[in-house]
């Protein structure tokens, strides 16, 4: 088997998204409105794929599911762990890469992911993974951010500052171009069939475009790397900050940021 070209990009994301923990509040709702969207139900085997702290995991083991959780960063799979231990339901909780499931072919009734798969830098790779592990007549359904909206438009802000691959080397997709129904229709192709989407809004509290600023600087895997990157070149660092200060009071009012995103559902053929 031929070495991971993006095995040095993943091993990157596991350290950067380990600090994501502090997040989880903001997506347990969230959470609650993809296993309903998903039609979740009681004794079907389920898989949250890069299931970060567990939420949609737990929100579907509680609704009566068999559920599996997989993710790259062990801090976040440890309070994966603490979640279900709390909650009162057991969940397999394993470390893996959404680009190799570490599951026999048609295992699954459902596979779920929220803004977690979008990440994959191949998402050829890690969708055929995903319908790999889904029973034929089985459901998959995501949720993701729109390219226009606020957080694709942060993902896009973060990536005009990153350095450019070495030459030669791969570049992962943009995770936001999940977020496109039209690019979603494209890669999932004919695999699927009754192909649906719906959109719903993330509340996040917070005090200021400043706060939330900070918060993601320290939480975000990406941005946390990139604010690290550019502690050398304070002009670009507070160019960074600038713009993203902007783009969160787009969407700032009352103390609480509407974060839109796309939940996206289809049947395997």
Known sequence: MSADPFGQFKAIQREGWSL?????????IPAARLVAFARVARGENVLDVACGTGVVAVTAARRGARVRGLDLAPPLLERARSNAAMAGVEIDFVEGDAEALPYPDATFDVVLSQFGHMFAPRPNVAIAEMLRVLKPGGRIAFSTW???LFTGAMFAAIARYMPP??????????????????????????????????????????????????????????????????????????????????????????????QHYLMSRATKI
């Not at 994501?20 to 347990?28: D, G, I, V, Y």
């Not at 475009?209 to 050398?232: C, D, F, I, Y």
């Not at 070149?233 to 713009?243: D, G, T």
């Open 20 to 28: 994501f923990a502090p997040l989880e509040a903001f997506t347990t």
């Open 146 to 148: 729109p390219p226009e």
């Open 165 to 258: 691959p070495p030459p030669g080397a791969p570049a992962p997709a943009p995770p936001p171009q999940w977020g496109d129904p039209h690019v979603v229709r494209e890669r999932l192709g004919d695999k699927v069939k009754d192909l649906v989407f719906d959109r719903d809004t993330m509340i996040a509290p917070t005090l200021s475009p400043q706060h939330s600023r900070n918060l993601l600087e320290t939480t975000l895997g990406p941005l946390t790397k990139l604010v690290a990157a550019l502690g050398t070149q304070p002009e670009r660092l507070s160019q960074l900050r600038s713009e993203l200060e902007a783009l969160i009071g787009e969407i700032f009012g009352d103390n609480h940021l509407h």
